[in-house]
């Protein structure tokens, strides 16, 4: 498996407009996490899904963050519209289940990042 | 909710000397414990983990140990080279609520040579 997939990697947009991350967990894995990372704030989960299902999207910082997973390969982060205090690294992690009877293994992989900067 | 306080926030050691990084958390519900290893510019990566019915944890120059009673644990790394040279976040869940971590603030180590 080649990992998480994000794309882009990077984007610079203007205040305003609307940006869509995008993200393709690792096969087989139930859960999907969405962090943002700044200097300030540090690592903050933005929200997660199981099995496709948003189960806790308290770390959305306001209406205008949105996330989907319309199936178990795929997952978009959307900001409308951006402001310049959403610069950030956004990562998107998998994480399994459970791996093997009786083993249960809660590592969770990141992709390797959006850096996203608002001008 | 769970909150995890790490610390220091700067480490700076010398090479061939060991580093304690130091971490609480809050909910008596969580048993599970990993450490991420953030280097510049890339993806945080599990490097070590511990769940709540083990004391201790080695894996050749990097243990982990775990005091469920006053709920905090720790990164000890010995033999610091350059490479260790990076952000180490530690992180706490609780596996029967789902698999959501809550990580610390980060600690960022510098080995000097």
């Known amino acids: 498996d080649a990992g998480v997939i994000q794309s882009p990697r990077h984007e610079v947009t203007e205040m305003g407009q609307e940006v869509t991350l995008r993200c393709k967990p690792i096969?087989?894995?139930?859960?999907l996490f969405w962090y943002r990372q700044t200097m300030m704030r540090g690592l903050e989960l933005l929200i997660y899904?199981?099995?496709?299902?948003?189960?806790?999207d308290s770390g959305m910082p306001e209406d205008r963050f949105s996330a989907k997973m319309p199936n178990a390969s795929f997952s978009t982060l959307k900001i409308q519209p951006s402001e310049p205090r959403d610069s950030a690294v956004y990562f998107c992690?998998?994480?399994?289940?459970?791996?093997?009877?009786?083993?249960?293994?809660?590592?969770?992989?990141f992709g390797q990042g959006t850096r996203l900067t608002v001008v | 909710g769970e909150n995890v306080e790490q610390h220091p926030s700067t480490l700076s050691v010398q090479e061939g000397d060991s580093a304690v990084i130091k971490c609480t958390y809050s909910d008596s519900a969580s048993n599970y414990f990993p450490w991420y290893k953030q280097e510049l510019g890339k993806r945080p990566q599990l490097i070590i983990d511990i769940r709540s019915n083990v004391g201790e944890k080695k894996d050749q120059r990097i243990a982990v140990t775990l005091n469920k009673t006053a709920k905090h644990f720790s990164l000890h790394i010995t033999e610091t080279q350059p490479e260790d040279s990076a952000v180490y976040f530690c992180?706490?869940?609780?596996?029967?609520?789902?698999?959501?971590?809550?990580f610390g603030g980060g600690t960022r180590l510098m080995v000097k040579p």
């Open positions: 992690a998998s994480s399994p289940a459970e791996v093997g009877l009786g083993q249960m293994s809660f590592e969770a992989f």
């Open positions: 899904f199981n099995n496709n299902v948003p189960i806790d």
């Open positions: 992180a706490a869940m609780d596996n029967n609520a789902g698999n959501m971590l809550t």
């Open positions: 096969s087989g894995h139930d859960y």
